[in-house]
C-alpha cells in the first residue's frame, strides 16, 4: 500500500485536465493518452500517423500500386496455420475488485506545446484500453493497458493500492493469462525535465520478455504523479 494521500491533490469540478510525460501527454477529458513522437526514443512507432485497423500491431503506409504478378505453381507440403493473436478482452485484479473488458485502442499525433506526439486513446468507459501496438498475450513482448482513474469510469482508480505478488488475470476470449505484479512504480512527472519524463516513457517501449504493463495516473484527482504497475506471467 503506498502512502501518498489522494486526497490532498483532488481537483474539484475537473473538466479537462491534461499533463505531460516527456511530451507524454494525457487528455483525460478528450480520452488521450500521449506520447512524444521522438524517433529515438519511440522507434516502435511509424512515421505516419494512420492507425492500422484491428487486428494488426502496427500502422503501415499505404501500398504501392503495381502489376499483379502471374504465380507459379509450386508444389508444396500442406502449410503450417498461423497462430491466432491472443488479444486481451478482459481484465481481472481480485485485489482492487475490477473486472472490466479490454478493448483496443489506437493513436494519431498532435501537436503540443509547438511538438509532434503519438497520442494514444484512452477508453471513455469503464475498460481498459490494449495499445493494439503492443505486444498481444503469450508471446515475448510488453503488453500494455492504459485507463481512466478520475473520469469515465475511473477503471483503474485504486491501482495503486496493488503490491507485489498480486494476481492480474488478462483473458483473450475465453482463455486466462495471469500475471503477478512485479513493480509498482508511482513517477512524478509534474515539473519534470524533458529527459526525465522520456526515461519514465521507457516503461509501455517494446520489450524483449514477456510482460504486462498498466498505465494510469495519480493520485486521484491529481495530474502529479504517472502510476506504472508491471507485471509478469505465472509461467516464468
Not at 511530451?23 to 524517433?39: E, N
Not at 497462430?83 to 503540443?112: F, L, N, Q
Not at 475511473?154 to 492480474?168: H, N, P, Q
Not at 504523479?225 to 506471467?233: D, E, G, K, S
Request: charged share 15%; glycine share 8%; proline share 14%.
Amino acid at each position: 500500500m503506498h502512502d501518498l494521500d489522494p486526497t490532498k491533490q483532488e481537483v474539484p469540478g475537473l473538466v479537462a485536465q491534461i499533463f505531460t510525460w516527456g511530451g507524454l501527454l494525457l487528455l483525460l477529458a478528450g480520452g488521450l493518452l500521449a506520447y512524444p513522437y521522438v524517433s529515438s526514443r519511440l522507434a516502435a512507432f511509424p512515421p505516419t500517423p494512420t492507425p492500422t485497423p484491428f487486428p494488426s500491431y502496427s500502422p503501415s503506409l499505404p501500398p504501392t500500386l503495381t502489376p499483379t504478378p502471374t504465380p507459379t505453381p509450386v508444389l508444396t507440403g500442406t502449410p503450417t496455420p498461423t497462430p491466432t493473436p491472443a488479444v486481451p478482452t478482459r481484465i481481472v485484479i481480485p485485489a482492487i475488485g475490477v473486472d472490466a473488458p479490454v478493448v483496443p485502442v489506437s493513436w494519431h499525433t498532435v501537436e503540443v506545446g509547438g511538438q509532434t506526439q503519438a497520442a494514444w486513446e484512452v477508453p471513455d468507459m469503464y475498460a481498459a484500453g490494449w495499445h493494439e501496438t503492443s505486444a498481444p498475450l503469450g508471446v515475448p513482448g510488453n503488453t500494455v493497458l492504459n485507463g481512466h482513474n478520475t473520469t469515465h469510469g475511473e477503471v483503474f482508480r485504486d491501482l495503486y493500492t496493488l503490491e507485489t505478488g498480486d494476481a492480474i488475470i488478462v483473458h483473450s476470449a475465453d482463455t486466462p493469462y495471469t500475471y503477478t505484479v512485479s513493480e509498482v512504480l508511482i513517477l512524478p512527472e509534474a515539473g519534470q525535465p524533458l529527459e526525465v519524463r522520456l526515461e519514465h516513457a521507457r516503461y509501455v517501449m517494446p520489450t524483449d520478455d514477456e510482460r504486462l504493463t498498466l498505465v494510469t495516473c495519480h493520485p486521484y484527482g491529481s495530474l502529479r504523479y504517472r502510476l506504472i504497475i508491471i507485471a509478469r506471467p505465472d509461467s516464468e
